[in-house]
């Protein structure tokens, strides 16, 4: 999905789009499936998901990665779904009560934006934060969703920090 595909496609639609790519491939998969992918993506690689005609006959191309140096505490298969779940769980409830979306775009005019719904959770009482980024300025002509662990400690004070225990 090129920039302008996704400058004409509602930050609604397009969550709603992403949401259920991240649902189909790693709640819907196999557990063996979803596993796998975990691994790649938590090693550092940018793994293609799917590709999707759009209503111009266009294709979009769309990948995941997975950006965890903020992870507070040992990142392991059962923390990232448990993490992964409450984000489209967030997600799906902000679009189904049409909820304004905070987007936050990147600052130096790339093609990088996080969507402003978090995902808290904790892990030995350390709370982390996920979010999902996407950047639509990949060379291989596509769209990497990125899922992101933020900074726990910037949140604190705000409702974010105290949403979405688990």
Do not use: W
Request: aromatic content about 6%; proline content about 2%.
């Amino acid at each position: 999905m090129t920039s302008s595909q996704m400058q004409t496609m509602p930050q609604e639609k397009f969550l709603l789009v992403a949401v259920n790519l991240l649902h189909a491939a790693f709640v819907e998969a196999t557990r063996t499936e979803a596993k796998k992918l975990y691994n790649d993506i938590c090693q550092g690689s940018i793994v293609h998901l799917t590709s999707v005609t759009l209503a111009d006959d266009s294709i979009a191309r769309f990948d995941v990665s997975l950006a965890h140096d903020e992870y507070r505490g040992k990142l392991n298969y059962a923390a990232f779904r448990a993490s992964l779940t409450n984000l489209i769980g967030n997600i799906s409830k902000a679009l189904s009560e049409e909820k304004e979306l905070r987007v936050f775009n990147a600052s130096n005019g790339g093609s990088a934006m996080i969507f402003g719904i978090t995902a808290v959770t904790h892990e030995d009482t350390k709370p982390n934060v996920m979010v999902l980024a996407a950047d639509t300025g990949q060379e291989r002509g596509g769209t990497t969703l990125q899922l992101m662990y933020l900074d726990p400690e910037q949140f604190v004070g705000s409702n974010a920090a105290t949403d979405g225990k688990s």
